[in-house]
């Protein structure tokens, strides 16, 4: 079987064909060209093989980041580049909203929370329709708690927008998003829509696209669970990390990431246990949206798709034989990856998100 974690292709001294140019002008130039990536970055870029074309140059945006919370950071490949992340954002909305709990200017239990159900002609379900403004009649109310974990545990886009039409529109959770320390973040339309506005039936990611970066939704969980946002004594922390789809153990890739690891050393009986007590927060995010034509964007002129994932994850670890934990912040996304290439560079994603945990999960394992 083919290793997850140790395939190092491209990584040492040898360039990989999206690194390599070949100057045929009459006028030439000497550069200088330094890989500063590090050995785990070189690894999931060589993984990420689909996601570059013929011509060495990238479909789309491919970000990776991880950080031990209080810690170093470990993974910074692209982390800070301005990216749509879809439904990932939701949780700068959550952020926003627990902030009003902390200040005592809101409460869960307030049951006035409106939101509205949306008809964009489409056979989604209710929650996942794109809002539009012109359809905010008869509204469907509920507690504020509720709202809340339907956005984050449903990915709800109705209750999201209800959220924004609660506390005034964007400009006050992008005012959030600022004393977060989120630079790269900004929020401009309704979560749901893409790049698509209803109200004129046009395609404009230049002005409709959620703009943030890996490194910056990993850096909410961060700063709340060191209560740097959000006060330790507080019900607004306790609630902001239970609505963040919070659960115990692991499957699939990842278990299959901590059985190989604990295979090789040796360890193989621990690594049902050990799964059994990985802990994560997190949210994801996906898209099937368009790039509007330059000359008419009512029309798609390129299908484009959008997948991220960030969150918290703590892993077990024994320390003079008892058990403690290592937690670590996470964000990855590919975004406008023409969907011509989708597959292949979706595929590569899907292992890769999970693959930034190969050395804080051998590390982990070392200490049982």
């Known amino acids: 079987m ?56 990238p479909r789309g945006v491919f970000s990776a980041y991880l950080k031990q919370v209080a810690g170093p950071v470990l993974i910074d490949f692209n982390a800070q580049r301005r990216a749509e992340t ?13 902030r009003q709990v902390q200040n005592n200017l809101d409460a869960l239990a307030s049951d006035n929370f409106r939101y509205f159900d949306y008809r964009d002609g489409s ?21 504020l708690e509720w709202g809340l974990d339907r956005m984050m545990d449903d990915s709800d886009n109705r209750t999201t927008r209800g959220v924004v039409l609660r506390y005034g529109g964007f400009a006050p959770i992008n005012a959030t998003a600022a004393w977060a320390g989120l630079a790269g973040t900004t929020l401009r339309h309704n979560i749901g829509c893409g790049y698509f506005e209803p109200s004129t039936s046009r395609y404009t990611p230049a002005t409709l696209r959620n703009d943030t970066t890996a490194a910056d ?15 330790a004594d507080n019900g607004a922390r306790r609630e902001f990390l239970e609505s963040v789809s919070a659960g115990t153990g692991v499957g699939g890739k990842l278990f299959a990431i901590i059985q190989e ?19 994560r927060w997190g949210k994801g995010g996906s ?29 077990p670890v024994m320390n003079g034989g008892y058990l403690g934990a290592r937690r670590y912040v996470y964000g990855s996304l590919v975004s406008d990856v023409p969907s011509a290439w989708s597959n292949g560079v979706l595929d590569d994603y899907s292992k890769v998100r999970y693959e930034i945990f190969c050395s804080v999960i051998r590390e982990a394992l070392a200490t049982w």
């Open 86 to 98: 879809a439904s990932a954002l939701k949780v700068l909305h959550l952020l926003h909203a627990m």
């Open 2 to 57: 083919a290793s997850i974690c140790n395939d190092e292709r491209g990584s040492f001294g040898v360039m990989s064909g999206h690194e390599r140019k070949t100057l045929s002008l009459s006028v030439h130039f000497i550069a200088l060209l330094i890989d500063n990536a590090n050995v785990v970055e070189r690894r999931l870029r060589s993984r990420m093989a689909n996601f570059w074309g013929a011509s060495d140059e």
């Open 123 to 143: 056979d989604n379900l209710p929650k996942d329709r794109c809002p539009f403004s012109a359809q905010e009649d008869n509204p469907l109310t509920s507690t």
């Open 261 to 279: 690891e604990a295979t090789r050393m040796g360890k193989l009986t621990i690594a049902s246990p050990f799964a059994a007590l990985v802990k």
């Open 287 to 315: 898209y099937g949206t368009c790039l509007g034509l330059p000359a008419d964007t009512t029309q798609c002129g390129q299908e484009v798709v959008v997948r991220a994932s960030a969150g918290l994850i703590e892993l």
């Open 217 to 231: 939704l990993a850096s909410i969980y961060e700063g709340v669970w060191r209560s740097q946002l959000l006060g």
